[in-house]
C-alpha cells in the first residue's frame, strides 16, 4: 500500500471549503453571474477533491488528472453555455437580477 500523502487532509478540508462557499453563494447571490461563479467554485471543490485522491488509486496520479480535466471541460462548457442564457436573458429583460424576472415564473 502507497504510503498516503501527508498534507491529504488539507486538500480535503480545501475543496470542502470551496463547496461549502459555492452552496452559501449560490443560496445567497441575486445576480445570475454570482450563481454561476459559485457554481464555478463547487466544481473547482470537486476536482481539488479527486485530483488529490488519485494518489490512492492503484492507477497512480494518471487516473486522477483525467478525471480533473474532464471536471474542468466540463466546468468551461457550462460556463460558456450559461454565458449565452445570461446574455439572453439580459437582452429581453434588461437585467440578471432574479428577484426581477418575474415574467419567467408565469
Known amino acids: ?7 491529504l487532509a488539507l486538500y480535503h ?14 443560496t445567497r447571490r441575486k445576480t445570475l453571474v454570482g450563481m454561476l461563479i459559485s457554481v464555478e467554485l463547487m466544481l473547482n471543490g470537486a476536482a481539488l477533491s479527486i485530483a488529490a485522491s488519485a494518489g490512492l ?4 496520479t ?3 488528472q483525467s ?3 474532464l471536471v474542468m471541460g466540463l466546468a468551461a462548457a ?3 453555455l450559461v454565458l449565452a442564457m445570461i446574455i439572453v436573458v439580459y437582452r429581453r429583460f434588461g ?12
Not at 13 to 26: R, S
Not at 95 to 106: F, H, N, V, Y
Open 57 to 60: 488509486t492503484p492507477a497512480s
Open 78 to 80: 457550462e460556463a460558456t
Open 67 to 69: 478525471a480533473t480535466l
Open 13 to 26: 478540508f480545501a475543496a470542502i471549503v470551496l463547496l461549502g462557499m459555492g452552496i452559501f453563494g449560490l
Open 95 to 106: 437585467s440578471t437580477r432574479t428577484a426581477d424576472l418575474t415574467t419567467l415564473q408565469e
Open 1 to 7: 500500500m502507497p504510503a498516503l500523502p501527508a498534507p
Open 62 to 64: 494518471v487516473l486522477g
